[in-house]
């Protein structure tokens, strides 16, 4: 009887999405085992530190590169990960599959709708995208860094007496808190992290009896989308720490349409675009719409975070 090694975060919605990822799997292949295993994280074990100081000491990301070295060495046989935090190069003999469809990419405001909020009111988020994109659209909040799982931030909203939070939909809907959502944030003015809502499911590059198994629950429109997210990223150089905003769309003709937005950590600069393409060639749209932003500014406004960062 097959046995393949499941690897993930020790959150509980690391466990859900595994849950989930695996259901239709043990439907289709009675005859296969999947076993679960948990790996811890730097960005779990360290709530405290600076996200570029843990991911500095963790190998490269505080979300996903202990996953990613016990993979490389086999003590796992594939890891599913929340896509927004791997970085966007896989390691060498490491490679992504089509993920099992997209929940809701936007953003969730927590405990307040954005216009019911008092002049100097306090909304947590640890994401230097979303701290940017609520200062450039309401320049009199007072943002406050928060860290760690779903449920402890909504609390926040009691302990640390913040007026709101904002948090993935995609992470609320998946562990049934629909209820907490106050107020979906629109994507003109909040494009979600690059990957937002789906899962990366990764495996060495060798196992193709797992690639050919795992393919079978793969939703190929959701690979061409987040595709195209990342190599944006990849050409801006971009990742967590950094305020880029990006998310495509896949028309009825089959073809895709991605915006994207760099946003100053101040709130007070903002460039954005949109490129429509075939959706054979992700990657492609992903570097010209990269290349307008450039143009427009957005490389000047990330190399001016990325020396702050480094002060």
Known sequence: MPLFLVGSRASNLAKTQVRAYLAPLRERFPDVTFTHRVILEGGDKDRTSRMA???????????????????????????????????????????????????????????????????GARVGTGAPRRMAQLLAVRPDLEVVPIRGNVPPRLKKIETMGLDAVVLAAAGLRRLGLDEAITELLPLDTFPPSPGQGALGIQVREDDRPLHDLLSTVGDHAVHAQVRAERALLAE??????????????????????????????DGTQRVSGSVSGPSDAPERLGTTLADHLVSQGARAILTAIRGDAGA
């Open 53 to 119: 100081d843990v991911s500095a000491v963790s190998g490269g990301s505080a979300f996903s590169s202990a996953q990613e070295a016990a993979l490389a060495r086999g003590d796992v046989d594939v890891v599913i990960h929340s896509l927004k935090d791997l970085p966007t190069a896989n390691p060498p003999g490491l490679t992504l599959l089509p993920p099992p469809g997209r929940e809701d990419v936007r953003d969730a405001l927590c405990g307040s709708t954005l216009a019911g909020l008092r002049k």
């Open 236 to 265: 801006l150089h971009g990742g967590c720490s950094v305020p880029v905003g990006a998310y495509a769309e896949t028309r009825p003709d089959g073809s895709l349409t991605l915006h994207a937005q760099v946003t100053s950590l």
